[in-house]
């Protein structure tokens, strides 16, 4: 039986949502699987960097809005960022919400409308790299279809699954 998803708008992230993902991921259990909480500036570099991605490719990681318009989080599609471990040249999808917006299938709803974007600016496959200890995320892989492909071990030594999706 398939569940209902959550209403989601994505947009391409603004000047003020680097203010918003900080303050959103400042819960460490949201970056328990992400390294740690980042600066503002790291956010401030990513969203401007999404935004480029965006105006380039077409697509980019989305601000996730939810029913009310608040910011929940980022979901979208971007280049794999490092050339000395994982999926090289591919691209990645991926989710990071705030700790509130868990298990009600914002994270699913958002990957799927990426799903969408990303088939129709011709991208004709994607990956998305989840560390191996992070169940949920894993479950959205499997909700999206998506099989268990390689398995790396990252620059800090966790292992991480790259899942893959034809489109």
């Avoid at 603004?14 to 959103?24: G, I, K, L, N, S």
């Amino acid at each position: 039986m398939s569940r209902l998803l959550p209403a989601v708008r994505l947009r391409v992230p603004t000047d003020e949502d680097a203010y918003a993902w900080h303050r959103v991921f400042a819960d460490p259990e949201v970056m328990e699987f992400h390294g740690g909480r980042d600066e503002l500036s790291a956010y401030q570099e990513l969203t401007a960097r999404q935004r480029r991605h965006d105006a380039e490719r077409g697509f980019c990681l989305w601000t996730v809005l939810d029913e009310d318009g608040d910011v929940i989080g980022f979901t979208g599609a971007q280049p794999w960022p490092y050339a000395d471990f994982g999926p090289a040249g591919e691209i990645e999808i991926g989710w990071r919400l705030a700790r509130p917006a868990w298990g009600k299938g914002y994270a699913t709803a958002a990957a799927h409308t990426t799903l969408e974007r990303v088939r129709a600016a011709g991208v004709p496959r994607v990956v998305a790299m989840v560390d191996a200890r992070n169940e949920r995320s894993i479950a959205v892989t499997r909700r999206l279809g998506m099989d268990l492909g390689e398995t790396y071990r990252t620059p800090s030594q966790r292992e991480a699954h790259c899942f893959r999706l034809d489109l």
